[in-house]
């Protein structure tokens, strides 16, 4: 009864960044490792920052400068006085990281974690995976001597802005407005199903750094030159070759790819920051007609770069204390036929976004997107005529602690799509309970959802946590409901034991051990 009783309490909701969850297995496990051993601020270099994945490019080089001017920080809240880092931004790194200049990880750790038919062993260099379909190792080394990093067995290539390959963390279009920019180790090792098996070296010399790649799938390699402020590499992995950049100049960080196999495609982007006001995103993307992106996850309004050309533009305000206002345009074209078009269309999307934090443990957030794209008739005749549509989206959401321990959590959210046969409606209630008993090392979370659908146009996309490490992000449409129970048991640093139960689903169950 007590998830009954739950759900009926007045309108709460979830955070900003439930909603920019991140996908990659090996992303969560790093940000996992952060919060056992948090990085820190005064001793990361750019790499290490970066791989934090959740602060910009433009951030980073913030930060840097403000490190070099004042010395190091004093305390965690100075981040405030860093330009570019607001509210949202350093409630969202806290958990990870410190101005202690302890080291972030300790030398010789080993986890051990097993899940109903998975097995996972993982050290700093090494990984290994026993699942059903998906067996994976690998061995990784990085920063040693000349070796920048090595990866044997399973890892993943980053490669610019993902033109020619990207099989690491990376965001589209999404909340966090100007997180436009690629960013991740060029090779790194990985359990994550589809990458690459084979071996893969970087080496560094002075500013020079060479990597080469040989796998089962492909072999390419990189060179690339590196100075504080600048960056440029030429890459080549079969059969595409290409360039990127990376410039900063004062408040102002420009970027780019250019590659080429049978068509050509090319990225320009630029991040600016106007002080503690604002941040700007800007990106312009042209992808050939008959280039062929095999292992490419570059920005774009489809799911590979192909066939589009198109610009976005972003703005991130945070002027007035406690809250913020984040917008973006992207308008598109497709020079060719597509999939459910006969003819070549455009489009063009908008969103807007307002948070409000008047503390670290409240946040209000409500946003709007809309839609507008072509696509051919369904009317039963040969050549079927372009129709419009339209997709519109209106989310609110609330998160607070009402009481020590407590956590609650609430997500509203309606949406429409309208074409030649008119309108369908979509509408979806989420309720997330989580409470840390004060006298045992047990948290208990639960979480009910109802969603009523129109059809799978107005489908709604939820990320959907389950125990450490396993994250994915369900599509619900349709009518119905889902009712979880989770809860996760932790002794000490060393071992962690979680279970989940779904209503009408698995049983999922997992041990975790730190040695």
Known sequence: MLIWICISIPLIACARQEDDIVNDDMQWQQ????????????????A???????LTTLQIDELISYKKQFGKLLSIYELQAVPGFDETTIQLI???VTVSEM?????????????????????????????KNNNSA???????RKIKSLAIGDFTVNMGQGLINWQGYALGKNGMITHIKREGSLIRGSNSAGVNRGAAITLQQGRWQTTAILSMQQIGGNISYNLPQAHIGINWLNPNIGMDYAISVRNYHLFGEFAFNNGKAMIIGMLAGIGKIA????????????????HANAMAENSRPVNEEGIYTGMSIHSIKHWQLDVYADIFHFPWLQYKTNAPSDGQELFAAVTYTPDKETRLYFRYQYKQKFQQSKTDVFLPPM??????????QLSLSPAKGWTWKTRVEANSWQDEGGKQFGGLYQQELTWQLPQWPLRCTLNYIWYSTGGTETRFYIPDRSVLYDYNLSQLYGNGTKQSCTLRWKKGKHLQAWAR???????????TYVI
């Open 387 to 396: 129709i419009q549509t339209i997709h519109q989206d209106y989310r609110c």
């Open 94 to 96: 806290l958990p990870y």
């Open 31 to 46: 940000l996992e490792s952060y919060r056992k051993h948090p990085l820190s601020l005064n001793k990361a270099d750019v």
């Open 279 to 294: 941040d700007l995103a800007m990106f312009y993307r042209n992808y050939d007609t008959h280039y062929q992106p095999i």
């Open 138 to 144: 690998y061995y990784s080394i990085s920063n040693h």
């Open 501 to 511: 139960i779904e209503a009408g689903g698995p049983i999922t169950l997992q041990v």
């Open 48 to 54: 290490e920052l970066t791989s934090l994945g959740l």
């Open 103 to 131: 080291p972030a990880t300790e030398k010789g750790e080993h986890t051990i974690l097993l899940r109903n038919n998975l097995f996972r062993y993982r050290s700093s260099t090494t990984g290994i995976q026993l699942k």
